[in-house]
């Protein structure tokens, strides 16, 4: 079987000038970067705001698992296969960050016959988006500590700093530094040695600005509001105290402007920004869904991890902050995942096991009613293996039809756009139905601990959160600082709806602990980090670094 990189080079792209012609872009509104993939100019993106939305279609997916569920390779499939049925789609999709490209999770810029390409080039540097999003991040922090060295005439507490530096890259060495240190006779030219720590750059405030800010001076607005660090009275010092969100706002325009590629098929695709969706809110930039919107019939997006995780804050942070109304959603599962939820080992996943299926199908459902309880119509699409089997499949379909839910087998990865007809029909009549209801889960009003608490009982099922006095009295300090309005970021394990990654299927009851939060004031979310979770992952045991290499010829070789 030929692997996702042999299948991708062997790919006869068109010119990115044709596909951006294709969505009505002129040679002069492209800044390619090579033969295909461009960047969209800002100026064109202005030019059709005037124009009629499409319908927006939500693509997330169950708890994920080793196993693999295609959330990706789902939405590229499913917009290639409206194009194929007469629906002009666009696809937009988050950038590849280099941390899981090195270490366990791989690319992600889907799979088969389902792919965004250039793949090798996405994923790695791409257009330099993540290394302007990592400067800017470091010359802020370069900023604050050079304030402290030329006197702080702000008053920064330096026990208060709260500005992180960031790499985009797996680090656990550098989750706990302490900056400073000055040599033998240096006379404290380093500056004053204080605690300091890294986050992966899809964890970093600039990240999450650059995917929400609407437009330029939004932007830098944004950017301006980032509180850094406080003062001895607990007053804030933002990146606007310390005159630094011009600088940063230079160094991410030409960044800002949303990226264009292509599948193996044609379709277009927008790809554009990249933040977690455990850590962070797991959804590409707003600029980019919203011209796809004026250029499209139907968009198609994806949100990281389950529909718990990115799913939920693409609903509760980004719709609520763009003003976005998704027309459809489609929930993503195979068998061997749920057979892996309902317990059984990765390496029997290939035996016919409907029982299995059946303990694990609960974990499908409870993302299922989730969705529902957004308002949104719901189409699952299970990703067909060889080994899985009819009466498998009836397993999941009668599930589903206990939720009044549609279930499309979908085999787009070996097939392409042909092999998800099926699903491109049933959500093309859930869109025209006009059944979505789009409504976040809670009101902006409600205090930043009951939002929190509302996500945990309605969408994980917890009993009850726990909130340490110290996190409680943090809460208590943003809301007295009027950022209470604020939606709320949750950063757990993608593995389970509970805060326990060992905790399969649909546990319910359990407490949600949360440890820390903190002030996304320019991005507008507090985060309320949760268990074990951490904002700089480490490598695991072996990295898929350790297979890449070059052939002879200079070819990349093991990047998938």
């Known amino acids: 079987m ?32 090579g033969r295909y993939k461009g960047k969209v100019s800002l100026d064109f993106v202005r030019s059709v ?21 295609g959330k990706t390779t789902t939405t590229i499939g499913l917009a290639d296969a409206l194009n194929r049925i007469g629906r002009r789609s666009v696809i937009c999709l988050r950038e590849p960050s280099l941390g899981p490209c090195f270490g366990q999770k791989g690319g992600a810029t889907g799979g088969g016959r389902s792919q965004v390409l250039p793949m090798e080039e996405i994923n790695l540097h791409f257009t330099g988006d ?12 370069a900023m604050i500590d050079n304030h402290l060295y030329w006197g702080n005439a702000l008053g920064i ?27 033998p006779g240096a006379g404290g030219a380093n500056g004053s040695p204080r605690e300091d ?20 001076p939004d932007l830098q607005a944004r950017l301006g509001r980032m509180v850094v660090a406080s003062r001895r009275d607990g007053t804030a010092v933002t990146a606007r105290d310390l005159k630094a969100d011009g600088a940063l706002a230079v160094l991410l325009r030409d960044a800002f402007a949303p990226n264009l590629v292509q599948t193996i098929e044609g379709s277009p695709a927008l790809v554009h920004g990249g933040p977690f969706a455990n850590i962070a809110h797991g959804c590409n930039s707003v600029v980019a869904t919203r011209l796809g919107l004026k250029l499209a019939d139907i968009v198609v997006t994806e949100a990281g991890f389950g529909a718990d995780l990115g799913g939920e804050k693409f609903l509760d942070i980004k719709c609520r902050s763009a003003g976005l109304a998704p027309a459809c959603c489609v929930v993503v599962a195979t068998v061997r995942a749920l057979k892996m939820q309902g317990g059984v080992p990765r390496a029997e996943l290939g035996r016919e096991d409907p029982r299995a299926v059946a303990a694990g199908v609960v974990n499908l459902t409870r993302h299922v009613e989730n969705m529902h309880k957004f308002g949104l119509p719901v189409v699952v699409g299970l990703n067909r293996f060889d080994s899985d089997t009819a009466a498998e499949f009836a397993v999941v379909k009668e599930a589903m039809a206990r939720q009044d839910t549609e279930v499309v087998v979908c085999s787009h990865w070996a097939d392409g756009a042909a092999g998800a007809v099926d699903l491109a029909h049933a959500v093309t009549a859930r869109i025209e139905a006009g059944g979505a209801r789009f409504a976040p889960l809670y009101p902006d009003a ?7 608490a509302a996500i945990a009982r309605s969408i994980y099922r917890a009993s009850e959160i726990a909130l340490p006095a110290s996190v409680a009295g943090r809460l208590h300090a943003y809301e007295k600082a009027g950022f209470g309005h604020l939606p709320v970021c949750i950063a757990k394990t993608q593995y389970s709806f509970s805060a326990d990654p060992t905790l399969l299927g649909a546990p319910e009851g359990h407490v949600l602990p949360v440890r820390e939060v903190r002030l996304a004031a320019g991005a507008g979310f507090v985060v309320a980090i949760c268990g074990d979770i951490l904002t700089m992952p480490g490598l695991p045991r072996t990295p898929s670094a350790e297979a890449m290499g070059l052939d002879g010829d200079g070819n990349i070789q093991g990047l998938s």
């Open 2 to 33: 030929a692997t996702d990189l042999e299948i991708a080079r062997g790919a006869r792209l068109r010119p990115i000038a044709d596909i951006a012609g294709g969505l009505g872009i002129q040679a002069a509104s492209l800044e390619p970067y």
């Open 49 to 69: 705001e005037g124009r009629p939305d499409g319908a927006l279609v939500l693509v997330t997916g169950i708890s994920p698992t080793p196993a693999g569920e």
């Open 130 to 141: 993540f290394h302007a999003i990592t400067a800017a991040n470091n010359l802020l922090a």
């Open 157 to 183: 507490d330096p026990r208060r700093i709260t500005w992180r530096r960031s790499l985009d890259s797996n680090d656990r060495a550098l989750r706990a530094i302490v900056n400073g240190l000055s040599g």
């Open 197 to 216: 720590g890294f986050d992966i750059t899809v964890a970093s405030e600039v990240m999450a600005v650059f995917c929400l800010a609407r437009d330029l």
């Open 446 to 452: 409600l205090p930043l601990a009951d939002k929190i």
